[in-house]
């Protein structure tokens, strides 16, 4: 039989140093093992518990969250290498108390039921309008196949992207317009 010789301190790996995290514009200094992931960092240490913990393995999108404007699984992310880099939850998003439009789209069309998903939903969301891979309803599911609803609420899902999507179009100058 195997054993581990290693004394416990070595097994539980180094220890925790102070790591400085900017997220939703402030910054925190942290008290952090390296092994610790994003998700545990933001949700355990900064209360931030809209990114949710699905997974835990990089299959549900439940915790994306964006990582210098780009969307990323906090749970497959080390803390530690989101030093210098600005992270943004999913609390970061509304502005003044007055919602996203994406998170109004999804109230509007009713796009959660239980609604664990939906923090990382709307993130991607957000991102998938930015990144122009919203050109139809197949384009949006292949898109967003990354985040899971076990609800199956991806028909109003769909709905509120598109919704978002047509009123940016809608607001955008017509070319050669003054
Ligand atoms: Fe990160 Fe599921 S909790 S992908
Ligand atoms: Fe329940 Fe998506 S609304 S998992």
Redesign the pocket.
């Known amino acids: 039989m195997r054993t581990d010789v290693r004394s416990p301190e070595v097994a539980r790996g180094p220890e925790a140093g102070i790591v400085v995290l900017r997220v939703n514009g402030r910054t925190h200094e942290v008290s952090l093992a390296p092994r610790v992931s994003l998700?545990d960092a933001l949700r355990e240490h900064l209360g931030l518990t809209g990114p949710?913990?699905?997974?835990?393995?990089?299959?549900?999108?439940?915790?994306t969250v964006w990582v210098d404007g780009r969307r990323v699984?906090?749970?497959?992310t080390l803390a530690v290498t989101c030093e210098g880099r600005e992270v943004t939850t999913i609390e970061g998003l509304a502005n003044d108390g007055e919602l996203h439009p994406m998170q109004q789209a999804f109230v509007s069309r009713d796009a959660f039921q239980c609604g664990y998903c939906t923090p990382g939903q709307i993130m991607s969301a957000v991102k998938l309008l930015e990144e122009g891979h919203a050109t139809d309803d197949a384009e949006i599911a292949e898109w967003m196949s990354g985040n899971i609803c076990r609800c199956a609420a991806y028909p109003n899902i769909r709905a509120a992207i598109r919704d978002v999507r047509d009123t940016q179009h809608d607001a955008q100058p017509a070319a050669g317009g003054a």
């Not at 949710?52 to 915790?63: I, L, M, N, S």
């Not at 699984?73 to 497959?76: F, N, V």
């Open positions: 998700l949710k913990k699905g997974c835990d393995q990089g299959t549900c999108g439940a915790c699984l906090a749970c497959l």
